[in-house]
């Protein structure tokens, strides 16, 4: 029995969410086979867990890895944090349809031949290590059909858009995805998603929406994304909540409005990362129109007194609604901006408020000149998510975990520069930060909490996201699943990467297998790449 793999003497948390309890688990030709109390057999490969959790792998339900992954199999940043499987396709964009990531593919050093969205699975059937689910962006589909235009489509188009969506779903998509604060998909109304959101149902996929606002907006625009799955019949995933600057201290009115949605039948849940800063570019601060030509445009409209002044007049007024830390400038809250990455040391992991005092100017100006400076190069990290909002979305029955980052490593292509922390401790973090209430000075805000138990962050991670993707035989530890599996010392396993120092594996997880293979084991990756592109069922009657 040499193809049996036996983990003995762990404490089991199966990802229904019930009370963990001791148990051996086998797995044969991939699959969980036994799950009891096991003799050591001759033959069979062991993993000694004892002191330790084994629990199903983990399901990143919202990430951004879609071209990522090709570029390093391995998936390094994400399995060795307990990813057994990364949901792709997210906030309106996609790898396929092939169409506006062939420059994105190329600056990783991958080749862009797919073209449909079957021959993206099948490029990742290839080999990966983790598995692969993956939704179809609005956006990319937009895109393919009336480019950038800022109007709605004709019928003709319409129709165009709805066979690409019909294309990706019997190509294996889970559903579709919708990111309405970023062009093109801004420019779409109501009635255009739930027209593509029905050809979605047809095939009992999903749909996941980056909601048209996160912040004043808010409830406005959850109550879009819940018409649309009520219009079209299709479950709705909101994307990367709780609110942000703007609507903080409204979680109890969006979670008791899905509520109501769901006592009515809509199914709606959503997802959120455990981080109070978000990352963006530094010139995204910028309005829109401020920000078109590219770099050397943006430079010259800061060297022109007049362009400078009425930039700074639209920032105040943010008429037009930005990223997070749109949010905080509008307010004046300039010192929960921090440089992130820089062409020049000196400005990194200072806020703006402090580099403002040493250049002897204001903090508009002071960002103005950074911007001048480095060509507008550089990032900043924006504290604009509120504690007890994420705190209160996370005790919520239907909130899942989803890490909003990338497969990253921090070598080769995917090593440079300075990314968010959650793409290498989103799933530790919760651990650490809300099952045992630890904090870390070195992470900015970190205010930790005892707030979920160990089953039910597990379950967030597993049995939850696994339904919302209908898949039958993963995110539970049962007798039949596929042996996604991983082994983590509860005391601790923890988050160590930073805002400023964001390329820093985790600690505490010992093995993850992905379909049964060893793809950590003793906390290094072995570089087996047992991944699988997954593809939605046939709809349930």
Not at 137 to 150: F, I, K, L, P, S
Not at 185 to 205: D, F, M, P, S
Not at 291 to 316: F, K
Not at 509 to 531: K, Q, Y
Request: net charge negative.
């Amino acid at each position: 029995m040499s193809h049996d793999l036996v983990i003995y003497g762990g404490l089991i948390v199966d990802g229904s969410g019930r009370p963990a309890f001791g148990a051996d688990l086998r797995i044969r030709d991939g699959r969980i086979v036994e799950v009891g109390r096991i003799d050591p057999e001759e033959g069979a490969h062991g993993i000694d867990a004892s002191g330790l959790v084994v629990s199903p792998g983990f399901i990143d339900i919202h990430s951004h890895s879609d071209i990522t992954l090709l570029a390093n199999l391995r998936a390094e940043s994400k399995v060795r944090q307990g990813v057994t499987t990364e949901v792709v396709g997210n906030c309106g964009g996609s790898a396929a349809p092939l169409h506006g990531k062939e420059q994105e593919a190329e600056r990783y050093g991958v080749e862009a031949d797919w073209g449909t969205f079957a021959g993206y699975l099948e490029r990742l059937g290839k080999g990966v290590a983790v598995n692969v689910a993956s939704l179809v962006g609005h956006g990319t589909v937009r895109q393919c059909v009336m480019d950038m235009e800022a109007r709605a489509p004709t019928r003709d188009e319409l129709e165009e858009m709805k066979g690409l969506v019909d294309e990706a779903m019997s190509g294996g998509a889970f559903g579709l995805s919708s990111g309405l604060v970023y062009p093109p998909g801004r420019y779409a109304e109501t009635g255009e998603l739930v027209e593509l959101c029905r050809v979605v149902a047809k095939h009992g996929g999903f749909y996941a929406s980056h909601i048209r606002g996160e912040r004043e907006t808010i409830m406005e625009a959850l109550g879009e994304a819940i018409e649309i799955g009520e219009r079209a019949g299709v479950p709705v995933q909101v994307s990367h909540h709780p609110a942000k600057i703007g609507a903080w201290g409204r979680s109890a009115e969006t979670l008791a409005m899905m509520d109501e949605a769901r006592s009515r039948g809509v199914d709606v849940a959503c997802d959120m990362h455990p981080y109070i800063g978000g990352s963006t570019s530094l010139s995204a601060l910028l309005p829109p129109w401020a920000q078109a030509g590219g770099p050397a445009m943006i430079v010259e409209r800061l060297r022109n007194p007049d362009e400078r002044g009425r930039i700074r007049l639209d920032m105040m007024e943010e008429k037009v609604p930005g990223p997070g830390p749109c949010g905080l400038v509008k307010r004046g809250m300039w010192e929960k901006i921090l440089i992130s990455s820089y062409p020049e040391e000196w400005p990194i992991g200072r806020n703006i408020v402090e580099l403002a005092t040493e250049m002897g100017v204001d903090p508009f100006d002071a960002y103005f000149d950074l911007l001048e400076a480095s060509v507008a190069v550089g990032s900043v990290v924006g504290f604009y998510y509120n504690e007890e909002d994420i705190r209160s979305v996370l005790r919520h029955r239907w909130s899942m975990i989803g890490s909003d980052g990338y497969a990253l490593a921090p070598y080769g292509v995917l090593g440079g520069g300075r990314g968010h922390p959650r793409s290498y401790g989103t799933f530790p973090m919760v651990f650490r930060k809300y099952v045992r209430g630890v904090s870390r000075p070195e992470l900015v805000y970190d205010e930790a909490a005892e707030v979920v138990s160990l089953e039910e962050a597990v379950r967030k991670m597993t049995s939850l996201p696994a339904g919302r993707l209908r898949l039958g035989d993963r995110g539970l530890i049962r007798v039949g699943y596929w042996g996604d599996i991983i082994v983590f010392d509860p005391k601790r396993i923890a988050d160590t990467a930073t805002y400023l120092d964001p390329y820093r594996y985790p600690q505490g997880i010992e093995h993850v297998l992905v379909n049964g293979v060893e793809v950590v084991s003793g906390g290094e990756h072995t570089g087996a790449l047992p991944g699988k592109p997954l593809r939605l069922g046939p709809k349930c009657p």
